[in-house]
């Protein structure tokens, strides 16, 4: 959520309620911007925002009310500063812009990263090795994590192996081989008689 920036500005009742409005449309410009990032405005476009239909000076004559614009700015010089070019610079933070800051201050470090600083060449290199020391080690770990991986395979399990019956010969007689009587011996067949079909009798010619 944005803050508000309550401000004291210097001149006349008048010179402060422009002053407070033009710091307001300024700020509302460059909403998105870091705190100190440069706001730029001309005394015309500031005078436009604040004149158009729904503004906090609608119904002020434009032509009037620019160069009261240009008067009680330049007296808030803490606030605004003025360009070259005739614009108007501030900041959201409310401080006049000042040129030693650098022209790019709207930048990620100055928006969200404040704490960072410049590296000099030998540190920039320093760092850099370390980031790429740092990425090799977790490589190196990630290796040996697979390798652990692959050695960890399941070892093959052997069949079971198939019991024979034991026979114990404790209690078993055993007959000497002399003593096995022969199997009995099949005598042969005689061949069978073949009967031969009774012969038809012919039939007697007249």
């Given at each position: 959520m944005e803050t508000e920036t309550q401000l004291a500005f210097i001149g006349t009742k008048e010179d402060q309620q422009i002053?407070?409005?033009a710091f307001e449309a300024m700020k509302r410009k460059g909403m998105l911007f870091g705190a100190n990032a440069p706001i730029r405005m001309s005394a015309e476009g500031i005078a436009k925002v604040l004149t158009k239909e729904g503004g906090p000076m609608a119904g002020v004559s434009l032509t009037a009310l620019i160069p009261k614009i240009e008067a009680s700015l330049s007296k808030?010089?803490?606030v605004f500063v003025r360009?070259?070019?005739g614009e108007f610079i501030t900041t959201k933070s409310g401080h006049a812009y000042h040129a030693g800051i650098g022209e790019n201050t709207h930048?990620?470090?100055d928006r969200l990263n404040t704490q960072?600083?410049?590296l000099d060449p030998d540190a920039a290199k320093e760092y850099a090795d370390s980031?790429?020391?740092?990425?090799?080690q977790r490589a190196d770990r990630s290796s040996i994590i697979m390798d652990t991986m692959i050695d960890l395979r399941p070892m093959p399990i052997s069949p079971p192996v198939q019991h024979m019956p034991h026979i114990i010969f404790d209690n078993t007689t055993v007959i000497p081989q002399h003593l096995i009587p022969p199997p009995p011996v099949e005598m042969p067949r005689p061949p069978e008689e073949?009967?031969?079909?009774a012969p038809r009798p012919t039939a007697e010619t007249t």
């Open positions: 002053a407070n409005h808030n010089e803490a360009a070259a070019n930048t990620f470090k960072a600083v410049s980031l790429v020391n740092r990425a090799s073949v009967k031969l079909p």
